[in-house]
């Protein structure tokens, strides 16, 4: 067992070096290579999750966003962060793994950069304005109103990556439809800030340490209970990473009861919860309309499982390097799953969709998945 473990982490280890090493050449390159530098860090961004990095994982992903879009604001940012996962990595290699709050001091300040970034870029497109059609101007049944935060949040975004879409689109290789396919995903994330609410409004008093963290209105409204509960803890934060949010409640004292009803509302959004020696974290997606997801393969059937609720993978065999054959370990509220499967792939974003009429499926499916090729996965 400890032979196999060495293997699949080398294997994926090396995934993770391979991915940074080409990150690191790009941005060497500057701005003339950020397309490239995004594709490495989109690679090494599922390496990191695979290897359990969800935090530094995040934090590439979003300096992918921002190499995709063209900001050269972040390649300085991007340099450091690099040298700090090299860093990790080597950590994770030699078995380290750091404790709740040494993963808040390391990663924080990071997260923080890349948000006054996302900040500033974003700054020259905040003043247009939506042009609506008079009539639906006028409308009382207008749905979304410009002023919508989440509308002007995908203008803003969506001008840039349907313009980068369209030089893309020039393009004839390989390369040109990873690309595109990553600014099209990049689209559909932002589309999800139209209607939502910010997780804020359920805390108030801790608006200041959930900026940005925004949910579908149905969503926030499944989670009112929250209010209460979190009321016990004497400080909390949230970040929202890859449509996945990550709350941090410091110093809660809960009742059995109610760690029961923490786990069961956690449980009923996708979401997992855990006592830290701080408090508790809650993990849980911004939507359950789009969300990541984590495929895999059990009995040659493809699935996929809500990422906030991924705990681990172990392997237990490795037959060849697209063959990681194991046990996928899941955390449903406070309540953990074993999963025996054949292979598990890098978390992307996908959309969700009940299982249509008359289609027969496993018992315990919730709904189907569409992945960026089309390809159907049933969601557990």
């Not at 994770?92 to 924080?108: A, K």
């Not at 292979?343 to 996908?350: G, I, K, L, T, Y």
Request: hydrophobic fraction near 45%; charged fraction near 20%; glycine fraction near 6%.
């Amino acid at each position: 067992m400890a032979t196999h473990k060495f293997d699949h982490l080398t294997l994926v280890v090396s995934d993770a070096e391979r991915a940074l090493e080409g990150l690191m050449h790009s941005l060497q390159s500057g701005s003339e290579d950020m397309k490239q530098g995004a594709l490495h860090a989109r690679d090494l961004s599922g390496a990191l999750a695979v290897l359990g990095m969800d935090t530094p994982a995040g934090l590439v992903d979003d300096v992918a966003r921002q190499l995709t879009l063209g900001q050269p604001s972040v390649l300085d940012v991007a340099k450091g962060l690099s040298a700090v996962i090299a860093q990790a990595i080597k950590d994770i290699q030699l078995g380290f793994i750091p404790e709740p709050d040494q993963e808040l001091q390391t990663w924080g300040p990071w997260a923080s950069r890349l948000q006054v970034l996302v900040a500033r870029d974003t700054a020259p497109l905040s003043s247009f304005q939506a042009v609506m059609p008079k009539e639906a101007a006028a409308s009382p049944l207008q749905f979304v109103p410009p002023s919508d935060p989440g509308f002007k949040a995908l203008r803003s975004k969506g001008l840039n990556l349907i313009q980068s879409a369209r030089m893309v689109n020039h393009q004839d290789d390989e390369r040109t439809v990873r690309q595109m396919d990553a600014i099209l995903s990049e689209l559909q994330d932002w589309s999800l800030r139209v209607g939502q609410l910010p997780l804020s409004q359920l805390f108030p008093l801790s608006a200041s340490s959930m900026a940005d963290v925004w949910l579908d209105a149905a969503l926030l409204d499944s989670l009112d209970s929250l209010r209460d509960l979190g009321a016990k803890a004497n400080s909390m934060q949230a970040q929202a990473r890859s449509l996945t949010v990550f709350m941090d409640w410091q110093g809660v004292s809960l009742s059995n009861e109610e760690y029961v009803q923490l786990g069961a509302l956690m449980a009923s959004v996708k979401g997992h919860a855990k006592r830290v020696p701080e408090g508790c974290r809650l993990v849980f997606p911004c939507s359950l309309t789009r969300m990541r997801m984590t495929p895999f393969i059990q009995n040659g059937q493809r699935y996929v499982v809500a990422a906030s609720q991924f705990v681990q993978f172990e392997p237990q065999s490795v037959v060849d390097t697209h063959t990681l054959g194991g046990i996928l370990t899941l955390r449903s509220g406070f309540e953990s799953q074993e999963l025996h499967v054949e292979r598990v792939m890098p978390a992307e974003n996908m959309n969700m969709f009940e299982v249509p009429h008359g289609i027969e499926c496993p018992d315990n499916v919730l709904g189907v998945a569409l992945d960026g090729m089309g390809e159907i996965y049933y969601c557990i």
